[in-house]
């Protein structure tokens, strides 16, 4: 007899779950302890097992969508038997788990009419049209910004193509495409906004009349004539694959004009070799001025250019992006509704220096002063549980794992990658994993469970030149480490002055959850740590 798995409840505060991926497809056969898919929930992603064998009969949740704990998430029974009666339900359940929360309760409350019509929708979509919604990237994310469209109304569109870099309140995503077709529709500005799960884009036939879809979808705009799509169609036929026009749309992945923007390099003098002739990374690595065309050498540069052109004396404005309007909203919600304190220590980091001296003349090892206090800050909080918690507002969450959020500085504003079980990592893995998550960070490539489920975070300027500093703690964190530069300076060593090279610590406490007294004890823990670098082995 067919069994219905439902969506699991993964963790304490889920109340539904995102398939990131399906590791079985329906008619495949199924074992006890197989990988069905992989669950995003609240805090983490995770495999889910299956518990009995047999065959994958029904998918009630497709991969990218979301479903609420205990719906029906799949059906695993016999070969070829009759499950009807079960997936009746199912479908109905998977329907609902694209929709948004707001729309979830709208859907409560529909009449039967009202049911009828959204069928009647439904139905009129024509056969190879597809309906493509603002995705959920993220969460926390309600509505996503099109920060860039890849792909205007009228282009071939192959699956796997970038149709869009889309802006979270987190970070900014390639969107790709998983149909082949032509994009008839696109609802939303280059700029402009749209809830999670209303229509971002059509893609289908070329010429397809799609009237009907767009008016029962509530639309923000109407999509281009049926005549003027099939124009653009043939003229995108007999055209090359890359056009370098003077409006400088030049097919180029976002990492890869980062790369280019860095180094100076005018992209309209390369020559892509990705898909249809698009710039990639390895294009940008492996330019050299002697191959540029002799058409680009007349030709200014202006890739690098900025946005906006400031003129003097004139006021200008750049719109917020997404990203920092999130920053800002969520730090003056901890500013001003957790009561924060300040503690200020100053560290003798001489033997600090030392032992990364003796570290790094190890092979292939560089260790910077920056990692040595992420792993000392691990380790103390090991110790002190208290500042690894989180206020939640009847209760306090003492978390079991450590997990340093580390502040890195991108040009939107700041975001906090996540080293999960840091007190377990040693100084090589912390090394390459905060390059690692520097790196992606800077160039838009983190996932957002990359920036999620820190207890502690830890901000450094001291590579600025800033001594001291105190930082706004990131929620739901109860406190946060601010680092400043080591500074030679006179100090007293054995009732003598000599020269000393001495690191200021500011720590920021939520005061609902730490005490002045626990945050100090784990001041003095930590200085202990840095100052008698060995007494981390004990």
């Known amino acids: 007899m067919a069994e219905v798995i439902t969506m699991p409840r993964l963790s304490d505060t889920m109340t539904e779950g995102k398939v990131s991926k399906w590791h079985k497809k329906v008619g495949d056969t199924v074992k006890e302890?197989?990988?069905?898919?992989?669950?995003?929930?609240?805090?983490?992603?995770?495999?889910?097992?299956?518990?009995?064998?047999?065959?994958?009969?029904?998918?009630?949740?497709?991969e990218g969508n979301s479903a609420p704990v205990d719906s029906v998430l799949a059906i695993i029974g016999k070969e070829g038997e009759d499950i009807s009666s079960l997936t009746t339900g199912g479908q109905s359940s998977s329907a609902a788990a694209g929709d948004s929360?707001?729309?979830?309760?709208?859907?409560?409350?529909?009449?039967?009419?009202?049911?009828?019509?959204?069928?009647?929708?439904t139905a009129e979509i024509p056969a190879g049209v597809e309906v493509i919604t603002m995705p959920r990237l993220s969460d926390t994310m309600t509505e996503g910004k099109v920060a860039k469209w890849h792909k205007k109304v009228g282009d071939a569109v192959k699956e796997g193509d970038i149709l869009a870099e889309i802006e979270t309140d987190k970070a900014v995503q390639d969107f790709e495409s998983e149909y082949n077709g032509t994009l008839l529709y696109t609802s939303v500005e280059e700029g402009g906004a749209s809830p999670v799960d209303t229509i971002l884009a059509i893609i289908g036939p070329a010429g397809t009349d799609i009237s009907a879809v767009v008016s029962g979808g509530g639309a923000k705009k109407e999509a281009a004539p049926t005549e003027k799509v099939v124009a653009k169609e043939e003229t995108k036929e007999s055209a090359p694959a890359v056009?370098?026009?003077?409006?400088?749309?030049?097919?180029?992945?976002?990492?890869?004009?980062?790369?280019?923007?860095?180094?100076?390099?005018?992209?309209?003098?390369?020559?892509?070799?990705?898909?249809?002739?698009?710039i990639v990374k390895k294009d940008i690595e492996g330019f050299t001025p002697s191959a540029q065309q002799p058409a680009a050498e007349t030709k200014p540069v202006v890739?690098?250019?900025?946005?906006?052109?400031?003129?003097?004396?004139?006021?200008?404005?750049?719109?917020?992006?997404q990203v920092r309007n999130i920053i800002a909203k969520r730090l003056s919600e901890s500013k001003f509704t957790a009561p924060h304190y300040y503690l200020t220590v100053e560290i003798n980091m001489d033997k600090a220096i030392e032992a990364r001296k003796e570290i790094n003349s190890l092979p292939d090892t560089k260790v910077s002063f920056n990692?040595?206090?992420?792993?000392?800050?691990?380790?103390?909080?090991?110790?002190?549980?208290?500042?690894?918690?989180?206020?939640?507002?009847?209760k306090i969450v003492h978390h079991g794992n450590i997990n340093v959020g580390v502040a890195v500085a991108i040009p939107d504003g700041l975001v906090v990658p996540v080293l999960k079980n840091a007190d377990q990592m040693n100084y090589n893995q912390i090394s390459a994993s905060v390059k690692d998550l520097a790196s992606r960070a800077k160039n838009k490539g983190l996932k957002a469970n990359e920036m999620e489920g820190s207890t502690f975070s830890v901000s450094n300027l001291g590579?600025?030149?800033?001594?001291?500093?105190?930082?706004?703690?990131n929620?739901?964190?109860?406190?946060?480490?601010?680092?400043?530069?080591?500074?030679?300076?006179?100090?007293?060593?054995?009732?003598?002055?000599?020269?000393?090279?001495?690191?200021?610590?500011?720590?920021?406490?939520?005061?609902?959850?730490?005490?002045?007294?626990?945050?100090?004890?784990?001041?003095?823990?930590?200085?202990?740590?840095?100052?008698?670098?060995?007494?981390?082995?004990?």
């Not at 040595?372 to 507002?393: C, E, Y």
């Open 33 to 62: 302890g197989d990988i069905l898919a992989e669950i995003e929930t609240d805090k983490a992603v995770q495999d889910f097992e299956s518990e009995i064998t047999g065959t994958l009969l029904f998918i009630g949740t497709e």
């Open 101 to 121: 929360p707001e729309s979830k309760k709208d859907e409560e409350h529909k009449t039967e009419n009202e049911s009828t019509s959204v069928e009647q929708v």
């Open 243 to 278: 056009s370098f026009s003077s409006d400088s749309r030049v097919a180029i992945s976002p990492l890869a004009k980062k790369m280019a923007e860095d180094k100076g390099i005018d992209i309209h003098a390369l020559k892509g070799s990705g898909e249809n002739g698009r």
């Open 303 to 321: 890739a690098a250019q900025p946005a906006v052109s400031f003129v003097q004396g004139e006021d200008s404005e750049t719109p917020n992006s």
């Open 371 to 394: 990692d040595m206090v992420i792993k000392a800050t691990a380790v103390a909080l090991r110790k002190h549980p208290q500042v690894n918690s989180s206020w939640a507002g009847d």
């Open 463 to 473: 590579m600025f030149g800033i001594e001291t500093f105190t930082s706004i703690i």
């Open 475 to 538: 929620q739901p964190n109860a406190a946060i480490l601010s680092v400043g530069a080591i500074v030679e300076k006179p100090v007293v060593k054995n009732g003598a002055i000599a020269v000393g090279n001495t690191m200021k610590l500011s720590l920021a406490c939520d005061h609902r959850v730490v005490d002045g007294a626990t945050g100090a004890q784990f001041l003095q823990t930590l200085r202990t740590y840095l100052e008698q670098p060995l007494s981390l082995l004990l």
